[in-house]
């Protein structure tokens, strides 16, 4: 999630100094950046990802940044050795949309892979023992009881250098693996809506698409009803609400429409890729099985 101290955890692990971390309520990192370090002795690769509930990406563009990312990495034959996943213990509650957003990452992650998952807990000195004692119980039994279940491991992180790379050491023997959306988009040749992770986020934007519909019938109602009663401060703060409403129904068409054009664009490129391999077999007289 965004804020949960992504960046500010590599800067620790790897002890640099000019990683943009966020200090306001607005979301920080906006692309994906690698940062190299060496670990025991050994080359350490950090891949620092924006995160979900982004203030200024969508869900479907950073999962499509995430995408973008790992296939390239596939067919470069580069592999992970773990996923960091980090929670702020702070946060009082853990809200719809951040459980789904739970469910698209074990989806992209893939089952067998869980092993590889360490889920985090951040933020530590914001809250009582207490405090962060219940709220860790219930993430462990509630919304973390399936990748527990997948053999994922758990820990506490504080924001010390030592604790960064004692979590990051703790993945560093894994045998290197694919995510799942990976094998899905580079050896099944699926476009992105089609993966596991993409499907999720499809039915999001499906559901976010008629809730948005519904909210802004609403709204127009109560704008009209205002701008019969005459009150022009109330009526210009609804006309100000409403363009940004329409803004985010705007952003949702056009994220399920790249979406699609992404999936026609696959296929496109299979059938071309297809019809030369046919092209080349036929020009060496061999025949054809499909
Ligand atoms: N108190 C406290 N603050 C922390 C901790 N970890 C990170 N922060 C602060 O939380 C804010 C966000 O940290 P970032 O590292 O930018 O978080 P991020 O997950 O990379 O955020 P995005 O790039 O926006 O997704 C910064 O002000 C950090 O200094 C922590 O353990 N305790
Ligand atoms: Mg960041």
Redesign the pocket.
């Known amino acids: 999630m965004?804020?949960?101290?992504?960046?500010?955890?590599i800067a620790n692990a790897t002890g640099r100094t000019d990683l943009k971390?966020?200090?306001n309520l607005t979301?920080?990192?906006q692309e994906i950046q690698i940062i190299e370090t060496v670990l025991d002795g050994r080359t350490v690769r950090f891949v620092?990802t924006?995160?979900f509930s982004?203030t200024y990406l969508s869900d479907t563009e950073v999962l499509e940044m995430i995408a973008d990312y790992l296939s390239a990495g596939y067919s470069k034959e580069m592999r992970l050795s773990g996923i960091i996943y980090?929670h702020p213990i702070s946060d009082n509650r853990v809200t719809h949309h951040a459980t789904k957003n739970l469910d698209m990452f074990r989806k992209l992650t893939g089952e067998k892979n869980l092993k590889n998952v360490i889920l985090a807990t951040?933020?530590?000195?914001?809250v009582t023992p207490e405090e962060g004692l219940n709220r860790e119980l219930e993430l462990k039994n509630k919304f973390w009881s399936i990748f527990i279940a997948f053999g994922a491991q758990y820990c506490r992180?504080?924001?010390s250098a030592k604790s960064a790379k004692q979590i990051a050491s703790m993945l560093m023997d894994n045998e290197p693996f694919y995510l799942e959306l990976q094998e899905e988009m580079g050896k099944d040749n699926k476009a992105l809506k089609d993966t596991a992770a993409g499907r999720e986020i499809m039915s999001q934007l499906s559901l976010l698409k008629e809730q948005q519909q519904r909210e802004l019938t609403e709204m127009k109602e109560m704008l009209l009803r205002t701008a019969a009663e005459e009150n022009k401060a109330a009526l210009a703060a609804l006309e100000e609400h409403y363009k940004k409403m329409m803004y985010g129904m705007e952003k949702t068409i056009s994220d399920e429409r790249r979406m699609n054009e992404e999936a026609a664009r696959s296929s496109d490129e299979k059938i071309k890729e297809l019809t030369e391999r046919i092209h080349k077999l036929e020009k060496k007289g061999s025949c054809v099985v499909m």
């Open positions: 965004t804020g949960s101290g992504k960046t500010t955890f971390i966020g200090h979301s920080c990192t620092d924006p995160g982004d980090l951040s933020m530590w000195d914001k992180q504080n924001t």
